[in-house]
């Protein structure tokens, strides 16, 4: 993922030479590699499970490959993901940097707003969005109101484009974001003096200390894009993904061999990433000091900034919950004046929303300790494991979700105990959780560990602080920001997943989204949209509580 | 700062230590309730038994929305505890074959024949007794006895009602490869209860003229949505002009929106194909621990009350006791679904879905 807005970084004199930085690395120590090698081996079952499938059934990945049923797909996935990772590394980067690097109005409101895009299953959020912008839709109506008859319909390459950037774009947000909060101001600051505009200081000063905060962003956009089947299927665009799902019954050999082309791309996609990164050379900062940022006035260019924010949260929030809510207030309108009632009740929405409320937080808690050990060999130490399990930690993510239920239904079964005791509970369903999503943890995790600057840990440890004391006082504040984002998006992620959700929770434990899934099968469109808004509304209430009000409260 | 940074770090542990010791409270004392909802109280016509320490356990591509009630009235009048896994047919089906004989499932329902064929080619399916079996007709269960039909939809044409007119209905689906329908028909092409319609479309007028018909509906613009419900919707709001779907989406549509949905099923001729019962579908597992009450809920679903339920409350066909179907919906035609031998069809699906795939109508 060589996006564009990254490759200035490359020419910046700042930008030591990479080799001197791996060299002055320390040998990792054992149990952190061991840990991080325990890991990876768990995070590897679902491709295993799918390697296995592909060797045992008669399906032939290399055969389909060469074959032009595969090779337009695969096509359109790559085009669709290239798009899209360069729009919301664009995006997402703007974004970050006008709410938390300038003197825009209302940073603290969009603080909480930007990242909730990522709360709308795409099943979802791309019906909404047809319901609200395509012909005969909300905006229509409204447009007709001041006379503009609108014909404009979202489908194919462009509909699935917008919208997976719409939706996608907090990954970059929300790690660059974190990234800038933990970066002195003093280098901008000096910039400024020197007499530098603010466009250039962003891209001599902000952009080079942000870029792998920005590449393993749309890194994780680039993969979603490729396993999304959602917004592609409702906006009618024929991807890989998309041939694996109309095969999965019909012809399940081809669907497996399709789903392991899938990874092989993604593994491609990851190592690509990790070399093109090295290449750029990040350049560590100096010295962080968060209590002391910069702020740069907009000035004249206060009206477009606000227009992009304002813009982008009217398209991926707005938008879509228009529809949701007029799909949610006729339906409780219609139950008030004696029309159709409901068909649920408050019950109905208070269990699954603490279930769904619960298993996210414990699943994102898992998943950023799951990752710290990777993190820590990949930003700190010599290792050869670090990046082997960085890569399978990322590449997992690629995984369409049913082959991820599937591979934990396949190992629990391979052994008695497992298929007696763990089967069906909670403890294999945050698993599947922390599998599916542990890569969003990943890049945040990796650049808050790196940002720890390693004259600190030794002058800890000459001053004879122990290693836990080490982590506690010095890591601790400097990592939380970076890995409170990173457990956000699995937050955000979980919370809306379903196709795991539906096969591996136990029996009675329903979640929002397993009950939106189920109102929308049977154009329950009214209960699906209530349903939907409390989704959201939650979703941005633990935003904030533990991400946003928490990142500020370390400003 | 180290001092604020060691006092959160403590108290996010207490916060999920809490949330935790609350979850396993509240899932310690959400069980044994059996209060029974409006909707299953209408269903049950005697006296709740009490628990016979017998369970069944369901994998239900029926949603819950249309099934919980009859559920829930079961139990109640059975005595038998049940367990629901929700989801969707096909992704139930493929989960059925992936844990194989392991599979925890007692009675698999299917909102379609097609995941029904998976499972009986992966010889997962037991055989239903004939007691059951008698329930229905025999074109509306398997001639093997592997699975039993107990409620039907039909396929017809949704239309707008601003943008087709009367005169403009066609009588067939053979009708709408013509000029006049050019670019205005939905096709749900990779949804089960289309390829399972197609699948039925091979059968009785062969391969080629069923190719044909795809291979021209494309030609003639037809535009492809992912589902029956998207149709329904797309048509009430006048983004597409008509689509094949099942009848029934049109009503939770229009009690949803009301008046704003302009849009109204069409039926097509009788005898033609577009005019089809698809069938939902029972089966027991081969491998089910308690045939008995496995036979018991598939009896109950195809009892009178719950034939009732099903054709009053989510507008279905009834497909036993004698249960005539509610008035508002298109009458029967001799077509139905289960008139063709899906266990001669052999590679049906597979090949089904090839067709459908190398028409082009995904790309469109």
């Known amino acids: 993922m060589e996006s564009s807005p990254a490759n200035p970084a490359r020419g910046t004199a700042a930008a030591g030479p990479p080799d001197r930085r791996v060299e002055g690395r320390k040998q990792a120590p054992l149990p952190l590699t061991a840990a991080a090698f325990i890991v990876g081996v768990l995070f590897a079952f679902p491709a295993l499970y799918l390697t296995w499938r592909n060797v045992t059934s008669d399906s032939d990945p290399l055969g389909l490959l060469t074959s032009s049923r595969t090779l337009e797909p695969l096509r359109r996935s790559v085009v669709l993901a290239v798009l899209v990772s360069a729009s919301t590394a664009v995006l997402g980067t703007a974004l970050a940097w006008l709410t938390a690097r300038t003197d825009l109005p209302g940073r603290r409101i969009w603080r909480v707003l930007l990242p909730l895009p990522l709360a709308y299953p795409t099943f979802v959020g791309a019906a909404a969005f047809i319901r609200t912008l395509n012909p005969g839709g909300l905006a229509n109506d409204l447009l007709q109101v001041v006379g503009i008859d609108h014909t404009f319909e979202l489908r194919g390459l462009f509909g699935a484009w917008l919208v997976l950037t719409l939706f996608t774009y907090p990954y970059v947000y929300l790690p660059v974001a974190a990234r800038l909060r933990s970066l002195p101001g003093s280098l901008e600051e000096s910039a400024r003096l020197l007499g530098d505009s603010g466009f250039s200081t962003f891209r001599r000063i902000v952009l080079p200390q942000t870029a792998s905060a920005i590449t393993s962003g749309a890194l994780l956009v680039c993969l979603y894009t490729i396993s999304d089947f959602g917004a592609v299927q409702l906006m009618r665009y024929d991807t890989l ?37 090295r290449r750029l050379g990040e350049r560590r900062p100096a010295r962080t000091n968060p209590s002391r940022s910069f702020t740069t006035p907009l000035n004249r260019w206060r009206l477009p900034g606000l227009a992009l924010v304002g813009g982008t949260i009217g398209l991926a929030l707005v938008a879509p919950a228009a529809a949701l809510a007029d799909w949610g207030i006729s339906g409780l309108i219609r139950n008030a004046t004696g029309g159709r009632s409901l068909a649920i009740n408050a019950s109905d929405v208070v269990g699954p929303a603490w279930n769904t409320v619960w298993v996210s937080v414990v699943a994102a808690c898992v998943a950023v300790v799951a990752v710290l050990p990777t993190a820590m060999l990949l930003a700190r130490y010599r290792s050869r494991v670090g990046p082997i399990t960085g890569n399978v930690i990322i590449s997992t993510f690629a995984m369409p979700g049913l082959i991820v239920a599937l591979a934990m239904f396949f190992w629990t079964l391979r052994n008695n105990w497992a298929a007696e005791h763990l089967r069906g509970t909670l403890f294999v369903l945050v698993f599947a959780y922390v599998v599916r999503f542990g890569a969003q943890a990943l890049g945040a995790a990796q650049i808050a560990v790196a940002a720890v600057p390693d004259r600190l840990h030794d002058s800890a440890r000459v001053l004879g602080a122990g290693s836990f004391r080490r982590l506690a006082t010095v890591d601790a504040p400097l990592v939380t920001p970076g890995l409170l984002a990173g457990g956000g998006l699995v937050l955000l992620s979980t919370m809306k997943e379903l196709p795991i959700t539906l096969l591996v929770a136990p029996f009675d434990f329903p979640t929002l989204t397993t009950k939106i899934f189920q109102s929308f099968e049977d154009a329950f469109v009214a209960e699906a949209g209530l349903l939907a808004m409390v989704l959201v509304v939650l979703s941005g209430a633990l935003t904030w509580l533990l991400v946003v009000r928490r990142a500020d409260h370390l400003d | 700062m180290t001092k604020i940074e060691d006092s959160s770090l403590r108290r996010i542990t207490a916060t999920v230590l809490a949330i935790a010791m609350a979850a396993s409270f509240t899932t310690a004392c ?175 007028h062969g391969d080629e003229v069923a190719t044909q018909w795809l291979r021209d509906m494309v030609a003639n613009d037809a535009e492809y949505y992912p589902n029956n419900r998207a149709i329904v919707e797309a048509a009430g709001r006048g983004e597409i002009d008509m689509g094949l779907v099942n009848h029934y989406y049109q009503y939770q549509e229009a009690a949803a ?108």
């Open chain 1, 241 to 277: 993904t998309r041939a694996i799902w109309t095969t999965r019954l019909a012809d399940q050999p081809t669907s497996f061999a399709l789903s392991a082309i899938l990874l092989v791309l993604a593994v491609v996609v990851v190592a690509g990433e990790r070399i093109g990164s």
């Open chain 2, 30 to 204: 959400s069980s044994d309730k059996r209060e029974l909802s409006e909707k299953a109280a209408a269903i049950v016509t005697g006296e709740c038994r009490d628990e016979r320490n017998q369970t069944v356990t369901i994998y239900s591509g029926r949603t819950e929305y249309l099934i919980r009630p009859i559920i829930e009235a079961f139990a109640c009048e059975t005595g038998i505890d049940v367990r629901v896994r929700w989801g969707n047919s096909t992704d139930l089906a493929i989960l059925i074959g992936e844990e194989g004989t392991a599979t925890e499932a007692d009675v698999f329902l299917s909102r379609s024949p097609g995941p029904v064929g998976f499972l009986e080619s992966r010889g997962l399916l037991g055989t239903i007794d004939d007691e059951v079996l008698s329930l229905v007709d025999p074109q509306n269960r398997a001639s093997s006895g592997s699975w039993i039909g107990f409620s039907g939809r039909k396929r017809v044409l949704v239309r707008n009602l601003d943008l087709v007119s009367d005169s403009e209905l066609p009588e067939s689906v053979f009708d709408l490869t013509e000029d006049r329908y050019r670019g205005r028909v939905g096709l749900p092409a990779t949804n089960g209860s289309f390829e399972d319609w197609f699948t039925v479309f091979r059968d009785t």
């Open chain 2, 257 to 364: 929106a009301g008046d704003a949905h302009r849009a109204e099923n069409h039926d097509f001729g009788p005898n033609d194909i577009g005019s089809l019962l698809i069938i939902t579908a029972a089966t027991i597992l081969g491998t089910t621990k308690d045939r008995g009450a496995a036979h018991e809920l598939l009896a109950y679903l195809l009892s009178p009350q719950a034939q009732l339920y099903f054709t009053n409350q989510t507008f279905e066909y009834p497909l036993g006791a004698g249960i005539t179907p509610n008035s508002i919906l298109p009458a029967l035609t001799a077509l139905e679904i289960g008139s063709v031998d899906f266990d001669s069809l052999g590679g049906g699906f597979e090949e089904t879905e090839r067709i459908i795939r190398e028409s082009g109508i995904l790309t469109g």
